[in-house]
Structures are given as C-alpha cells and as structure tokens.
T-cell receptor
Framework: RKEVEQDPGPFNVPEGATVAFNCTYS??????FFWYRQDCRKEPKLLMSVYSSGNEDGRFTAQLNRASQYISLLIRDSKLSDSATYLC??????????????FGKGTSLLVTP | DGGITQSPKYLFRKEGQNVTLSCEQN?????MYWYRQDPGQGLRLIYY???????QKGDIAEGYSVSREKKESFPLTVTSAQKNPTAFYLC???????????FGPGTRLTVL
C-alpha cells in the first residue's frame, strides 16, 4: 500500500526551464503537506509547506488539490543549484489516533547548463 | 545556534555487535523521530517520541531500541537482531507530533 507516490524521474532540464512535479496521496483524511529537498547523501530540508489555497516562495509554487488528492511543485527559472531530490510528505495523522507522516520516495531533478 | 546534531557521521560495525547512534536537539522540541533511508527508497519510521519518557514503535521497529530520558536526547540502538542494518539513519524533531519536522545530518551505518 503506497501512501504517497511520486514519479522518480530523473527530470533533466536546462537552466532557466520551468519544471513541475506531482505527488498523489491515498488517505483522503490527510491534513498537512510538505515538500522537502534532499541533496545527495544529505538530510532532507524543508522547502515549503503546502496550503489549501496554494502558496509561492520565490521561484517555487506549491499547490494542493484535495478532490484529486494530489500536490504539485512548480519550479520556475531553474538554477543549477536546484538539482536535488524533492520529497513529497503527507501527514495523515488525526489527533489522538497515532502518528502517520508518510514520505514519497522522491523525484530526482538535474538542471544542466 | 539551534539545531539537531547526530553522531557519528559514519559508523562501521561488525556483525553481531550492538551500536548506539546519538541524536541531540536544542530546539526545545517535544517530539523526536528516527528514520531509516535505503538507496532509492523513501524514509521509513523506526521509532518516535512525543514527549520525554514516552516513545512508540514506527513501521520498522524490529531490531531497534530507543530511550527518551531527556527532552534533548533520543538515542537509537541498532541491535544484532536487526537483519539488514546497513543504511542511512536520520533523526528529526518537531515542536509537536503534528508539526513540521527538521532533520539532523544523519549517520551512515555500515555493517562489515
């Protein structure tokens, strides 16, 4: 049973391109959503939380579609330094019923000169 | 500087030995977690602790043990019962159980 699914990629894009990743989740009761970035052999770092109304942080835009149960991340004007693996993370926990934070396996992005 | 530290960064162990991985945080977070990551795989939860002196098994707790005697510390012991311990181990913490998690730099364990 895969709680969170992502296209593993790799996505190879030239500098300056716009790239989008999608992630689907299975639990309709999921409450909070995140994108993390993980560089090779390093720990995941929070990129952004995903809000119902969608949110933007510089070149990064995250959107949530609860009806279709998917989350997206859009990166505009890609930089070489954006090359990393992007993890979709879904918190399906309900208070007092236990913990359920599910990580996708990640989507690999390689930005080339 | 606030953050999460893990030590050591690299650890080598002979088969049949227990080994303890350290995780310390000075963020005043109540919740702490241990994950394991294998190549090409997502993170899998080993144990988590919502508060001092309390911890719960995650999805893959067999062969591991933890303690939470202090708010700042959540050490993980990889026992000889863990059949395939070679992996990248990540510790995380969050203000509360449902809040954003922040990760330490990880420990790479190799069993020889």
């Amino acid at each position: 049973r895969k709680e969170v699914e992502q296209d593993p990629g790799p996505f190879n894009v030239p500098e300056g391109a716009t790239v989008a990743f999608n992630c689907t989740y299975s639990n309709s009761a999921s409450q909070s959503f995140f994108w993390y970035r993980q560089d090779c052999r390093k720990e995941p770092k929070l990129l952004m939380s995903v809000y119902s109304s969608g949110n933007e942080d510089g070149r990064f835009t995250a959107q949530l579609n609860r009806a279709s149960q998917y989350i997206s991340l859009l990166i505009r004007d890609s930089k070489l330094s954006d090359s990393a693996t992007y993890l979709c993370v879904v918190n399906s926990a309900e208070r007092d019923s236990g913990y359920a934070l599910n990580f996708g396996k990640g989507t690999s992005l390689l930005v080339t000169p | 500087d606030g953050g999460i530290t893990q030590s050591p960064k690299y650890l080598f162990r002979k088969e049949g030995q227990n080994v303890t991985l350290s995780c310390e945080q000075n963020l005043n977070h109540d919740a702490m977690y241990w994950y394991r990551q294998d190549p090409g795989q997502g993170l899998r939860l080993i144990y988590y602790s919502q508060i001092v002196n309390d911890f719960q098994k995650g999805d893959i707790a067999e062969g591991y043990s933890v303690s939470r005697e202090k708010k700042e510390s959540f050490p993980l012991t990889v026992t000889s019962a863990q059949k395939n311990p070679t992996a990248f181990y990540l510790c995380a913490s969050s203000r509360g159980l449902y809040d954003t998690q922040y990760f330490g730099p990880g420990t790479r364990l190799t069993v020889l």
